[in-house]
């Protein structure tokens, strides 16, 4: 590649777990390929290349900033390294070395450093040993800098391709995980709430893509509410690189009659989070999703307790994920903060399934007397018409 054709800086991006996938290694890296291009896609003049083992996102006229702060929000991506690109020779990379170290030690008092090099190309004829030998002697020769290769105040790298040579000193994480989409679709029941986006949240990583369910209950919990909810669906499909659809369904009249069945109310949660299950598995099935998330965590509420997460799993056949079941409430929260939804989540709100409910709820629910309390209703007939007044909203990434 000529300098002439060489952008002023261009993104090395680093991916890790894709590493283990084997034989379906190629579509992982296919599908984070195409999420790169996504968060990417709004910025000029930016163009992707994939190379042994990386990608390089050459930067448009903006330059590296603009990529790196969209590539945060990349799952798959463990960091990224704002680089310039030289010749693959030995003087030009020295040189390319001098300036970065230049620009490095300037934020540094006392500043110390090392080199380390990477070929992807083995067929260069020095070997990353020898490469990070002779480039670091050429910065000592240069800036007179100390070398410390154990605690070194900044890192110059080195990496080698088949065609171009990059050197960079700034490692920046991303989020890791898998790229969002390759393990399949999940439902997701939104509230207003902390747990149920970081729930979300967690599924994004792990390569889920996501359709959200909000269960809203008019006049009771306002549309403040309901659009603080929409808010917390565009912070998640930002992370999703895509529009998320966000199904509004009226629970008013249900909750009533669920609270009349439940007699005392002891039980009125857990009656309202079964018909929740039942309703977001329709929703989920036309959606093509595989399963349904929530943001519960064992024993922090009432209905969490592990007799009453088992009667309520046992309103339906989908599968249920709950990623945040091992949390206590700080590590959710330094999480949500992470995101960016913890802001909007403490925003007051009324959340549906904290209505008519007595003072002590019932912590052990039995299956058995749970069932008997539904038996005096048409659960099949409730949740189709649930089902039929749902709406749709559109989130887009925010």
């Known amino acids: 590649m000529s300098d002439a054709a060489t952008p002023r800086e261009v993104v090395l991006v680093r991916w890790g777990e894709i590493f283990l996938k084997g034989d379906n290694r190629g579509f992982f890296e296919r599908a984070l390929v195409d999420n790169v291009r996504r968060s990417v896609a709004a910025i000029p003049g930016v163009t992707i290349q994939r190379m042994h083992g990386r990608l390089v996102v050459r930067a448009g006229e903006g330059g590296a900033r603009p990529v790196t702060r969209a590539l945060e929000r990349v799952f798959g991506i463990v960091s990224v390294s704002p680089a310039r690109v030289v010749p693959r020779e030995l003087d030009a990379i020295s040189a390319a070395a001098i300036e970065v170290a230049r620009i490095e030690a300037a934020k540094h008092v006392q500043p110390t450093f090392k080199v380390e090099s990477r070929r992807s190309d083995k067929r260069f004829p020095m070997n990353s040993m020898e490469v990070s030998r002779d480039v670091g002697a050429a910065v000592i020769g240069a800036l007179a800098l100390p070398v410390d290769v154990h605690h070194p105040r900044f890192t110059v790298g080195v990496e080698i391709g088949y065609e171009d040579a990059f050197v960079f000193a700034e ?38 893509s996501l359709g959200a369910t909000y269960f809203h209950s008019f006049p009771y919990t306002g549309e403040k509410t309901q659009d603080k909810v929409e808010r917390l669906g565009r912070q998640l499909a930002a992370w999703q690189l895509q529009p998320m659809r966000l199904s509004v369904v009226p629970f008013t009249d249900v909750q009533k009659q669920l609270r009349d069945a439940s007699g005392d109310g002891r039980l ?77 989540s403490i925003e007051p709100y009324d959340d549906c399934c904290s209505l008519f409910v007595p003072e002590h709820p019932e912590t052990k629910a039995k299956l ?15 949740v189709e018409d649930c089902f039929a007044r749902t709406t749709n909203v559109t989130c887009e990434p925010r």
Do not use: F
């Open 171 to 208: 490692v920046l994480p991303g989020p890791g995980g898998l790229p969002t989409g390759v393990t399949g679709r999940v439902e997701l029941l939104l509230s207003g709430g902390i747990d149920s986006p970081v729930a979300g949240w967690m599924l994004l990583k792990r390569g889920c």
């Open 268 to 344: 009125a949660v857990v009656l309202y989070r079964r018909m929740m299950m039942r309703i977001a598995e329709r929703i989920a099935y036309r959606a093509g999703a595989k399963a349904l998330a929530t943001g519960e965590a064992l024993a922090q509420v009432a209905s969490q307790t592990l007799e009453n997460l088992s009667v309520i799993g046992a309103s339906t056949r989908m599968t249920i994920l709950r990623p945040c079941l091992g949390h206590d409430k700080h590590e959710t929260i330094t999480l949500a903060r992470r995101i960016g939804s913890y802001e909007t």
């Open 368 to 382: 058995a007397v749970v069932e008997s309390m539904e038996s005096r209703l048409n659960i099949p007939a409730m």
